[in-house]
C-alpha cells in the first residue's frame, strides 16, 4: 500500500511536487485525457499537444478510458504516449463499462469481459503492463470472489501493476478502505465536495491512494461559466448544467473568489485540494496549453488561510 506522506525535499522538483506511491512519484495534479479532449471534433495534433506540453511540465498521472469520448480518448492518449518513456507515469485507464455497436453502454464483470478489455487497452495504449486499471463505477455487490480472482490474476501475470476503482458512490467509497485488492481510489472530491473528507480519512488510514476526481467542480464556480467563448466552452458548460446543476446553485456561495486577482478559479480550486494531505493527485481535463500551463502554476503555492477558512466556511 502507498503511504500519504508528502516526498522529502529533493524528490520535490521546481513547480509540481510529488508524494510517492511505491516507488512512483506521482505528480500533485494529473490530466485527465477524455472529454473534450478526447472528441473526433477536437484537433488530434492539439490534444496531442496538450500532452506533451504535461510531460514537459512534469506532470506523471494520465487517466482515460476505453469508452470515454466515444471510445475516441484511449487510442489517442496511445497515441500522444507513443515512443515516450513511461517509466515514471502512472497511465490509467477503465474495466467494467462497454459500449456496444451502437454506442450504448453497458456493465460486464465477468472474467472474460475483463480480461479482454485489458488486453485491448494494452493494444490501444502500447503498454505491455497498465500501470493502473480503475473499475469504472461499480457497485457494492460487484465486488464478488469471480471479479477479485481475475483482478489478482491479472496482477499475477504482470499485466495490470495496481487496481483502483473509480466511483461517487459513498456506499461503494465506505467498503474500500476493506477491500485488499484495491490499492487506488479515485472520487468526486473538489471545493464543493468537501463532506467527502470523513471517507477520504478512512481510504487513507487504510493506505490507499486517494485521487481526486472531478478537482475543478466542472468549472461551475467560475465567474464567467455561463459565458463560454468556444465550441469546447460550450460543451463543458452544457453537460455540467445537465449533470450538477446543484453544485453550480451551491458555487454562488463562493461569488467572493472573483475578487482575487492574483488566482483564477482553477488556481484556487487545485490549492485547496492540495492543502488535504491525504490526496496523492487532482485530476482535470483540458484542451487547452495555456489552461495547463496555468493549473500547473498553482502547485506549491498554498492558499491565503484567510482565503481557505471562507471558503470552508461559505460551504458548510
Known sequence: MGTQNPPPADQTRPGIRFRRFHDLDVSEIGLGCASAWGQPWFSEQKAIGVVERALELGITVFDTGPTYSGGNAEPRLGKALQGKDISRLLVSTKIGTHMDSNGRLYKDWTKKAIFAS??????????????????HGPRPGDLGGELIDALEEARSRGIVRWFGVN??????????????????????????????????????????????????????HAPKFLWPKSK?????????????????????????????????????ALSFIAANPSVFTSMFSTTRVEHLEENARACGTPLPPAIYQQIRQALK
Do not use: C
Open 118 to 135: 485489458i488486453d485491448a487497452s494494452r493494444t490501444r495504449l502500447g503498454l505491455d503492463r497498465i500501470p493502473l486499471m480503475y473499475l
Open 167 to 220: 466511483s461517487f458512490d459513498t456506499d461503494m467509497l465506505e467498503m474500500l478502505p476493506a477491500v485488499a485488492t484495491i490499492d487506488v481510489v479515485m472520487l468526486d472530491y473538489n471545493l464543493l465536495r468537501i463532506h467527502r473528507e470523513p471517507t477520504i480519512d478512512s481510504l487513507s488510514s487504510a493506505g490507499k491512494m486517494v485521487v481526486a476526481g472531478s478537482a475543478l467542480a466542472n468549472h461551475v
Open 232 to 268: 469546447t466552452d460550450i460543451w463543458y458548460a452544457l453537460r455540467a448544467l445537465k449533470n450538477y446543476r446543484g453544485d453550480y446553485l451551491r458555487a454562488r456561495r463562493l461569488s467572493f473568489l472573483k475578487g482575487l486577482s492574483d488566482w483564477t478559479p482553477a488556481q484556487v
